[in-house]
């Protein structure tokens, strides 16, 4: 089991939770379809001795325009529902979302949108690094 998961479910995982809320051209799933996968992942972690602790990404890193999300899902949208199991599994939340939207339509994020590359994998290791050594301290 181990000590510290980091868990970011979002914007390419977020087809379930886009279709609960309508917006794919699809057919809608069950609510709370997203929220409760999500929670059974993070407690499939903990099934050891020990239960890890948990940090999620709470507000999504952002996408580029060449993205097919761009804007989708909304990470307004999805924020209380990954709050939601953010609290649900006594998780540390971290916001990508600001520390990166500066690099988002520069090179540090590949021509799809979506990944970063460059700088933007510095920001997220730095950050990722300063929410693990608050939870080990």
Known sequence: ????????????????????????????????????????????????KRCPKFIIWTRLGPTGKSHRLKGKPNAVLMEPDLKSVAAAVNATTLDMLSPLLPFVETSHFAADGIHPEGGAQHVIAEVTACAIRRLSN
């Open 1 to 48: 089991c181990p000590d510290i998961v980091v868990c970011n479910l979002g914007v390419n995982d977020s087809c379930v939770y886009m279709g609960e809320i309508g917006s794919l051209e699809r057919p809608p799933v069950e609510k709370g379809l997203f929220r409760r996968q999500y929670i059974d992942l993070l407690m499939d972690f903990g099934k050891g």
